[in-house]
């Protein structure tokens, strides 16, 4: 038994020896089984999807930014030789994030939230410092050795193996800190490299005040610093603020920019929230003004949606039901193709018409596999049933399909029926010309506070809060003549 165990670990040990790196950041030797080339490989793989989820903002001025910025913080970054990909994604909620090999994204909803250029640079530099510290390499490779030696315990104790599911929540509890560590050390890269291109690294600080008032103002709440893997708002403020100063006095910089005008100026007329025109839910029915169509969403259901599909689930999560464009030339090929893609198997199919259009509903099982026929009975996964409808309108092929396990299938199939068979041509004007809020840029005419100046633009007080984060500001702050704010209008 010693001996297994000694073996286990030492097997542990070797494969550790032989995948420390040298932190490009550090000069350190950190634990990576993930080489460069597979990093830009994982990059390569990744850029893609995350394009097809979102969709790419359409506006040159602000894309050109992002890449200019970028590409002249990376080649003064710990890691030049990456080819940098830098890109804003169509989503309004606010965030940025990096992954591996040198591609990073910023949503517009962040971008609308920024006020400054140096505010910008502060969160470009601290994704970019993701990129450059190997964070996410490290991260998995952490992940792979934690696996490695519980594996090894398991093999040596059948007793350890009992508590596998426990262990590897424990090790995912031990690198949390990992992730705070990380953060940290990008808000300090984000610092040094935002400072090296000549921005005043303060004001990056003050959008974490931002953050923190958006996620209260959302309900979130304050989270606390040793249950997230980002560092308490509060206190990367002050942290950001030492930091801008000791990397000022160390580079001897003056004169650097904030950048406040130029760029509000930049982000006039960006969407601001949800975009209508890519579909909005209204009276617990789902409508999309520039496909031209609507259905109804199962109460109290959550919905997501997205440039690829629209996904609704019930609050326990039991059930899925999906709206997407189908491939196909006819409504059977289309059916073929989403069971094979899906590994179902028909077990009934039929002709209808739903609301006037041709249409094909399926309702079908999880296809067995070869390998679960050879696991015991009470080991196997509970199968998979799914009523789907594809249905033909305005050239396209729409696939609307339920899933559920067989034992739920029928509690979930009235919802599943309802939302399909009420699928409809949008016809009412109204909501077929809904148009999305756009930033404005205002300048102040009259001094006041910015309660007395969104007033003076007549912003209902519900949303005075909004729009006072949504400046940086409070709603107590003496506003100056001539001073630029942002106000969203209907486009």
């Known amino acids: 038994m010693k001996k297994h165990i000694s073996y286990s670990l030492a097997v542990a040990a070797l494969v550790l020896f032989n995948s420390c790196a040298t932190n490009p950041v550090t000069g350190k030797r950190d634990i990576n089984f993930v080489s460069e080339e597979q990093e830009v490989a994982m990059g390569l793989q990744s850029d893609p999807q995350i394009v097809a989820q979102y969709g790419l903002v359409e506006n040159p001025t602000l894309q050109r930014f992002i890449q200019e910025k970028g590409s002249q913080m990376a080649a003064i970054s710990h890691r030049p030789n990456l080819k940098y990909e830098f890109k804003i994604v169509d989503s309004p909620i606010l965030n940025a994030f990096a992954v591996p090999g040198g591609y990073v994204y910023f949503t517009r909803g962040i971008m609308a939230h920024f006020n400054s250029e140096a505010q910008f640079a502060g969160v470009l530099g601290h994704e970019i410092g993701h990129i450059t510290a190997r964070h996410s390499a490290q991260q998995q490779s952490k992940s792979t050795l934690t696996q490695v030696l519980l594996m090894g315990g398991m093999i040596a104790s059948p007793t350890l193996a009992q508590y596998a599911n426990e262990l590897s929540q424990g ?282 100046v969104l007033q003076s633009y007549k912003v209902p007080s519900k949303r005075f809060e909004e729009l006072a984060i949504l400046n940086g500001m409070l709603l107590t702050d003496r506003i100056a003549a001539n001073t630029l704010i942002k106000v969203p209008e209907r486009k």
């Open 171 to 452: 090790a995912g509890l031990l690198f949390l800190k990992f992730g705070r560590d990380d953060e940290r050390q990008s808000d300090e890269l984000g610092v040094e490299y935002s400072t090296k291109i000549g921005y005043d690294a303060s004001h990056m600080a003050d959008f974490f005040q931002t953050l923190q008032r958006q996620g209260e103002q959302a309900g979130q709440g304050e989270i606390p610093e040793w249950q997230s893997t980002h560092p308490n708002p509060g206190n990367r403020y002050t942290t950001v603020h030492q930091l801008a100063q000791q990397w000022k006095q160390q580079t001897n910089a003056t004169n650097l920019k904030e950048g406040r005008d130029s760029y509000l100026r930049m982000i006039e007329g960006l969407i601001y929230g949800e975009d209508p025109r890519q579909g909005f839910v209204e009276n617990s029915t789902f409508y999309h003004p520039d496909l031209k169509f609507q259905f109804p969403v199962p109460a109290n259901w959550n919905l997501q949606n997205s440039p690829q599909q629209v996904q609704m689930a019930p609050a326990d999560g039991k059930a899925l039901l999906f709206l997407r464009l189908a491939q196909g030339t006819s409504l059977e090929a289309a059916a073929q193709q989403m069971l094979q893609a899906n590994q179902l198997q028909a077990v009934e199919s039929k002709q209808v018409t739903v609301n006037g259009l041709p249409a094909l509903a399926v309702i079908a099982q999880q296809a067995p596999q070869q390998q679960q026929q050879q696991v015991p009975q009470q080991q196997q996964a509970a199968p998979i049933q799914a009523l789907s409808y594809f249905i033909q309108y305005g050239g396209m092929i729409y696939n609307i399909t339920g899933i559920a396990v067989a034992t739920d299938f029928n509690t979930y199939f009235p919802a599943f029926s309802v939302t399909a068979q009420n699928f409809r041509p949008l016809t009412d004007q109204e909501k077929i010309n809904r148009q999305p809020e756009v930033i404005r840029i205002k300048t102040v005419k009259t001094p006041g506070t910015l309660s007395q």
